[in-house]
């Protein structure tokens, strides 16, 4: 299946400071490139996604960035707020129904 | 109106023991999905079923059974549980076409002693 690797796996930023997490894959199929957000005791749940025929995608504080010829795509928040602080997922699909999911970064913002 | 329900929530049993866990997605998703959630918090996909049938079987030790009677509903049963099954087992469906996000029920929190 899909290896997609995930960094850093742990990210303290200071409030109103942008945070970046980086994913690469492997499976040159993949497509579809989702970002979950966990938090404590939640279930994972979308907050931007992005396709390959797409390089950049924006939605108010969060964009995400994909780079299809080296295989790896950022999500970058910017103005961080407290409340930014969870667990976040990238994920490779390299077809409608397989989902491979990165390590994981949990993501604190220091008011 | 719950998307992807999952039950129980929290299930606690001892080694040895046989359990189920149900899921059932009301969206019209074709696939249906188990991952497990260690405490690293990695959400590893164990199982993925494209409407009833087996798509994704991820190395999971055989005493792991999925059952999709129909493809609205997808549920798992553990056989001789060990203590390392303890994790946040989680449903998902998405739908097959048009790369769309998977849904992902609320989790169900296996413990063994």
Redesign the interface.
Known sequence: ?ENVEQHPSTLSVQEGDSAVIKCTYSDSAS??F?WYK?ELG?????II?I?SNVGEKKDQRIAVTLNKTAKHFSLHITETQPEDSA?Y?C?A?PS??????G??T?LTVIP | DTAVSQTPKYLVTQMGNDKSIKCEQNLGH??M?W?KQDS??????MF?Y?NKEL??N?TVPNRFSPKSPDKAHLNLHINSLELGDSAVY?C?S??????T??F????TRLTVV
């Open positions: 299946g497509n579809y989702p966990q939640k279930r994972p749940q979308l996604d396709r667990v997922f994920a699909t409608g129904n397989q989902f491979y999911f390590t994981g949990s | 074709d696939t999905y991952y690293k918090k990695f959400l590893k996909i993925s494209n798509i994704i991820e989680f998902a998405s739908q097959l076409q048009g790369n996000e998977a992902f029920g609320q989790g």
